[in-house]
């Protein structure tokens, strides 16, 4: 049975609870200790010894992450014990990084570096600046995401992350003794390991250790190049995570600041990817009512998550049927702007740099595919996170804060309140059903399907359209995914819709989006938070169904003729295919 306790934390009395560790007790007082390895519900091993705390009679210091809290417990967590205990031990994880700061996609938010600071650990002992011989493992060959070893403190974080989000366990140890390095299981490099690119890994890591393949210099050499035209589409989420990067609070609206960075990078066109998210709910909805019409094959899948895509064909390739056949938003922005408005500009196609802003780093990997592109040029040529368009905003001195916001302009930059809410779980599946009840029932039909919103890992819905049940489910996350197929197939469950995403939370949570350390992310609801921007926003449009989009409307009268024609298909879909990792290879 839970009870309050009576403990002393440097000198001052507290009630806690008797399951309480320390760090936790601690931290609900205000009371500060270190933290490095421990990541609440994630990684609780309580390896690196940064926490350690005395304990007035009890020989040697324990770790606070790790010790229950007893009654009467005199603890004591900054003294000249503990603070040459936590330099100790910091100095000796410090013994085998490289520290190259000011090159590091962490140099403004590294846990590790700035307990360096806190704990006034000198350079010489780190080797800042000195020569650097420790074994190292690099490898950036999945052109998605780069995994250095001469970062990592081996707090093992990552490997959780991947365990606990995803149930994969792409990453572990390997090697041993001063060669132990994380890196994909076996040996194997990160594109033929099985991994579907959800970035939880990289949200983990306190230090550079694991990071998205930064492509800034390729988009900051295309925009010096005079013979190119820049143009820059932006996921719906960005708008409400960019500003964290900034110092703005989690579950700020940045967009009109983010617009004019965009413009004051120098990019020579900007369109939103709202407006597609707008336009694969024409496609994928018509898909849908044609299923319906058909009577399957059910049920019919979402596809515009890139990690759930890897998914699929990696684990769950007897389905890719039913996976609908729509491209993402990021992919039909890119066909769209390389063929109609490349003819809106007067522009050769090859001559266009059509570049991404997106809250994944599967998207890097997506972009790539083959089948996205057509006559020797890929739709998306450079895709930038969240986290490189904040640093690419950085370097060039550009004063976000005190930017000038702007609206969005221009045909391509149009959207409705469906087209924005895509970026949170459950997003998809509304905006679906707000267009195909409405066309299906020939009448006005509800804007707001609540019971599809929140976080919850599987959420179930049925609603009745010409007067027949349609159940339809929202997943998100990996672990999520794997439970959903188990559930699925064992209890014989029907469905005729699912949306499926593969980081929990949706885009607002993606591998790409800002990273918040753990201490912060543990006490906060940044899903939620993040989630609620877009929600805000939607509420506050005009128009918020997807069929109501003028543009969308003369894009098809102009160019693509009516929502699954055949120059729809052409440009606007795609079709998947089994793979193959290391570990499903019999």
Known sequence: MIKDIQIKINGRDIVAKSNETILKAAEREGVFIPRLCYFEGVHEEGNCRVCSVKINGQKNLKPACKTLVA???????DDVDVYESVSMNLELLSHKHHFECFNCSREDNCEFLDLLRTYNIENELTHLYGK????????????????DSSKCILCGRCVSACESFTGLNILNYNQRGSETYIGPALFHNLEDSGC?????????????ALREKDDIKQLELELRNPNKTIIVQVAPSIRATLGEEFGYPIGTNVEGKMLAALRALGVDQIMDTNFTADLTILEEGTEFIERLNQNGPFPMFTS????????????????????????????????LIKTYYADKLKLDPKNIVSVSIMPCIAKKAEAKRPDMGRDGYQDVDIVLTTRELARMIKRHKINFRELEPIQAFGELSSYTG???????????????????TEVLEGKTTPIEFK???????????????????????????????????????????????????????GCINGGGQPIVPAHIYEKTDIRSLRAA????????????????NTFVQDLYTQFLEKPNSHRSHELLHTTYKKRESYQNIS
């Open 196 to 208: 579907i690119y959800c970035g939880k890994c990289i949200q983990a890591c306190p230090t550079g």
């Open 132 to 147: 650097h011989d420790a074994p190292r493992y690099f490898s950036d060959s999945s052109g998605v995401m780069t995994i």
């Open 418 to 436: 469906a087209g924005t809410i895509f970026g949170a779980t459950g997003g998809v599946m509304e905006a679906a059903l707000r267009t195909v």
């Open 71 to 77: 009654e009467n417990m005199d603890i004591i967590t």
């Open 451 to 505: 019971e599809l919103r929140g976080n919850a890992d599987i959420k179930e819905a049925t609603y009745m359209i010409l007067g027949k049940p349609i159940h339809v489910a929202v997943v998100h996350g990996g672990k999520a995914i794997q439970t959903f197929f188990e559930e699925m197939e064992k209890n014989n469950k029907k469905y005729h819709f699912v949306e499926i995403m593969g980081c929990t939370g």
């Open 533 to 548: 921007v877009l929600y805000d926003i939607d509420s506050h449009q005009t128009f918020r169904k997807s069929h109501q």
């Open 304 to 335: 515009c998550s890139p990690g759930w895509v890897n998914y699929l064909e990696l684990y769950q390739p007897n389905y890719i049927p039913n996976l609908s056949s729509c491209k993402s938003p990021q992919q039909m922005a890119g066909a």
